[in-house]
């Protein structure tokens, strides 16, 4: 250890020994670089390791969101596990020194960084049972847990969804469709729930996902998450180019945005042009409604780095206006405007 650090180590311990494990960084002792990591809310100094506690993007410079926590700032590092996706390796939202394993802010106890089997980024394994997101989960059989996909795990005797039991699902036939559906041999599941309406449950048999997430079917129906999407034409049901939405769809008699009808203007010359806008001969939509300030005729999405230079982050543009997505909504700039 240098000399400074040495100097930053000398004025800093009396702090902690009075404030204890989770005191506020000091003008002395702060972060000064972000911890690698599945994210960015660990940093560290030549002594000590900081956890982020705001809510706000995590910023260096931000002292009084760090707080001071266990750990050793040379050695501390996340825990990675294997993708059965991607089969390699990624950081988990475990953390491990040479002293124990942490999950947040805080330190597992009685925990062996030389025995602690990280399985996915919350799921874990150690000598006495499965560990969920820090939190030893005794009831459930380690030995016979298995990890699938999108936040559904089983083991011998029962699901889990995002680490809870799933009473009503048979672990053993469960079958994981997309991000929103799966299926045992008994019931359609839309996340952890049962899919039900007051017209009944799905055909297990037929049900089936369509595209990333958002859409199925069975033989009778078709589904939007939840819900049963009524008069929707099963038969001739299809997605539009889910490369780029999973929400617009249509059937032989009308267009859907996220299992809502679409007001078309013209419904044979529909097309989807990216994730944020569709046009036909009369329109321009943005989410599945029609843009009452666009030139169909001059508009033109395109890529952010495509974008030409101008003061608004656009996302397309016509011949009078910039058209930017901000979270979830489309806001119009005319051009030659400046925006504060």
């Not at 947040?104 to 925990?111: D, R, W």
């Not at 059937?251 to 013209?266: E, F, I, K, S, T």
């Not at 599945?288 to 003061?311: C, H, I, L, S």
């Amino acid at each position: 250890m240098n000399q400074l650090s040495l100097h930053r180590l000398l004025l800093i311990t009396p702090m902690l020994l009075v404030a204890g494990a989770c005191a506020a960084a000091s003008d002395v002792d702060q972060p000064y670089e972000f911890v690698p990591g599945r994210g960015t809310n660990y940093a560290r100094s030549d002594a000590h390791v900081f956890h982020w506690t705001c809510t706000s993007a995590p910023q260096l410079t931000s002292r009084h969101c760090w707080e001071v926590m266990p750990g050793t700032a040379e050695s501390f590092a996340p825990i990675s596990f294997i993708s059965s996706d991607e089969h390699s390796a990624l950081p988990s939202h475990y953390y491990k020194d040479e002293h124990g394993v942490y999950y947040e802010h805080s330190k597992l106890e009685g925990v062996d960084p030389a025995t602690f089997k990280v399985i996915n980024a919350d799921w874990a394994k150690t000598p006495r049972g499965a560990v969920y997101a820090g939190t030893p989960r005794p009831e459930i059989d380690a030995a016979t847990l298995q990890i699938l996909e999108h936040g559904w795990a089983r083991d011998r005797n029962t699901a889990y969804y995002s680490g809870k039991a799933v009473a009503a699902a048979n672990a053993a036939s469960l079958r994981v469709l997309n991000p929103d559906f799966a299926r045992d041999d008994a019931h359609v599941f839309y996340r952890a729930n049962v899919l039900a309406d007051a017209k009944g449950e799905p055909d297990v048999a037929t049900f089936e996902a369509l595209g990333r997430t958002g859409y199925a079917k069975d033989a009778r129906s078709v589904f939007h998450q939840s819900r049963r999407i009524a008069d929707a034409d099963r038969g001739s049901f299809v997605l539009i180019d889910n490369k780029s939405s999973d929400c617009y769809a249509r059937d032989a008699h009308r267009v859907y945005y996220c299992g809502n009808p679409v007001a078309l203007g013209d419904a044979e010359s529909f097309v989807v042009l990216d994730s944020f806008f569709a046009i036909d001969n009369d329109r321009v939509y943005f989410s599945g409604a029609p843009v009452a300030t666009a030139d169909r005729n001059t508009f033109r999405p395109f890529q952010p780095e495509d974008a030409p230079p101008t003061e608004v982050r656009a996302n397309a543009e016509d011949a009078k206006n910039w058209y930017e997505v901000v979270a979830s909504d489309l806001v119009v700039t005319p051009k030659g405007a400046r925006r504060p």
